[in-house]
């Protein structure tokens, strides 16, 4: 399993967001949600629908957030970890590495 640097920096974003909106209580939850949704990902990847370009979401349940990923031949590349409410679709023309 991989991901972009530009889901990672999503990550990074939203983390600081909830550090400094909820407390750091809700950012490690956060984390800690989309780290177990990732696991799920890369052990069923083929479970949640297709999407746009070829992509599949697993959106989490207590934040509004997806993990947007593609399924290669050879391995899963997180291309987005995507606020559900903002600018759907703004991931699409990412490139995978």
Known sequence: MSSIPA????????????TEQAGPEVAQ???QTVVDSVGRV?????TWPRGRR????LILRTFPFAIVY???EDRIVVVAVAHLK????????????
């Open 7 to 18: 889901a990672r920096d999503e990550l990074i974003e939203a983390t600081r967001y909830y």
């Open 29 to 31: 939850a956060f984390q």
């Open 42 to 46: 890369a052990q069923f990847p083929l």
């Open 54 to 57: 070829g992509t599949r979401r």
């Open 70 to 72: 593609h399924v290669n």
């Open 86 to 97: 903002r600018r759907p679709g703004y991931w699409i023309g990412r490139r995978q590495p």
